[in-house]
């Protein structure tokens, strides 16, 4: 089973303070995924949390507004390459055969804003038995120079390359909630739950859960968005939190 796994930004960094991360959370998250997930074969994926938003907000840039200050592309990727150390270390102590990915070494969006990010060495990381960890990145982008690459994003490219049986989005609230604050079980449209979703609380440049929403209801199999403490749950196979299923996108 192949299983696409992106874990919050906010889940695993304390979101209000810049560059700072949740080392028990993050810890918690790894265990998980270590006692869990063996014979599976996972793709995993980080957002920025405090490091990368905090530079690319600093900057102005998010995954429509680009930069061509060289200092803030270095500030920005940077800050995701930092935390993407403390990812992969943490999962190599738990035993996990992580290898870093950036994918601003070769992702890019042409003028209209298309995204191309080719797949090809995280196919073959996990043939050779590795479990590739991507990140929220910036990308190379015609006419804007640099803009953020969200982890959301990467996870809709990166399921259907890899044949994912299952993917799952990590987050700070245990599913996506309707205007009551109560779980939705399960999302076919997001007209269904425009209405509810708002932007995130922390300075979040990739969209929030509605971008979140949006980009998983673009995906051919179902995604479900979940909590950290229903992380082994769901890598047991089980389906907590909001359950999304949309047409692909036709």
């Known amino acids: 089973m192949t299983v696409v796994l992106k874990l919050g ?3 695993i960094t304390e979101k209000d303070e810049p560059e700072t991360v949740d080392r028990a959370a993050l810890s918690a998250a790894v265990s998980a995924i270590a006692e869990s997930a063996v014979g599976d074969d996972i793709v995993l994926v980080h957002g920025g949390g405090s490091f990368g938003h905090h530079h690319a907000a600093e900057y102005g840039v998010s995954t429509t507004a680009g930069t061509h200050d060289v ?4 500030a920005i990727h940077g800050a995701m390459c930092r935390l993407n150390d403390a990812v992969v270390d943490a999962l190599t102590e738990q035993g996990v055969p992580a290898v870093p990915v950036h994918p601003f070494s070769a992702a890019t969006r042409d003028a209209d804003g298309d995204l191309s990010l080719p ?3 995280v196919t073959t990381l996990l043939e050779e038995g590795f479990v590739p960890v991507l990140h929220g990145d910036l990308v190379a982008h015609a006419g804007a120079g640099a803009t953020v690459l969200s ?3 990467l996870v809709v490219e990166l399921a259907p390359a890899v044949d ?3 993917v799952g989005v990590c987050s700070t609230v245990s599913g996506v909630l309707d205007e009551d604050g109560a779980v939705v079980d399960s999302i ?3 007209e269904a739950v425009a209405a509810a979703l708002g932007g995130s609380d922390a300075t979040d440049v990739s969209g929030g ?3 979140k929403v949006r980009a998983l209801l673009a995906l ?3 995604a479900v968005v979940f909590g950290p403490d229903a992380l082994p749950a769901f890598l047991a196979g089980e389906s907590p939190g909001t359950t999304i299923a949309g047409d692909g996108g036709d």
């Open 9 to 11: 930004g906010s889940v």
């Open 151 to 153: 982890g959301d994003e």
């Open 209 to 211: 859960m509605a971008g």
């Open 164 to 166: 994912a049986d299952r």
């Open 188 to 190: 076919e449209s997001f």
């Open 119 to 121: 797949t090809g060495q």
């Open 220 to 222: 051919s199999a179902p």
């Open 71 to 74: 200092a803030g592309v270095q």
